[in-house]
Nanobody, 120 residues
């Protein structure tokens, strides 16, 4: 079984910072890419940032320059969020593309999410 567990969400004032972390555990051979998505109330889940196994990073236009995604280890990813805006509020989900065995295909996994609230 593979699990992704997010942490670090909370309440912050506009202009403040938060750091989210996500740790993968279980039967894992390797992780191709890890990403953060977010979902605001009443809206669809949207992409925020992704980091590949070779360190390549891509950001949504809405967060570029304010958020930084990092692979902190082979099974962990963080999202440093600065200059937060009220529109950044929502549930942040960790996503990973994981291969459980050397011979298996990679599959997508999701965490349960962590709440980020930004007060104006």
């Amino acid at each position: 079984q593979v699990q992704l567990v997010e942490s670090g969400g909370g309440l912050v004032q506009a202009g403040g910072s938060l750091r989210l972390s996500c740790a993968a555990s279980g039967s894992i051979f390797d992780i191709n890419r890890m990403a953060w998505y977010r979902q605001a109330p009443g809206k669809e889940r949207e992409f925020a940032a992704i980091v590949t196994s070779d360190g390549g990073r891509t950001y949504a236009d809405s967060v570029r320059g304010r958020f930084t995604i990092s692979r902190d280890g082979s099974k962990t990813v963080s999202l440093q969020m600065n200059s937060l805006k009220p529109e950044d509020a929502g549930v942040y989900y960790c996503h990973a593309n994981i291969r459980r065995e050397w011979y298996s295909n990679a599959n997508d996994y999701w965490g349960r999410g962590t709440q980020v609230t930004v007060s104006s």
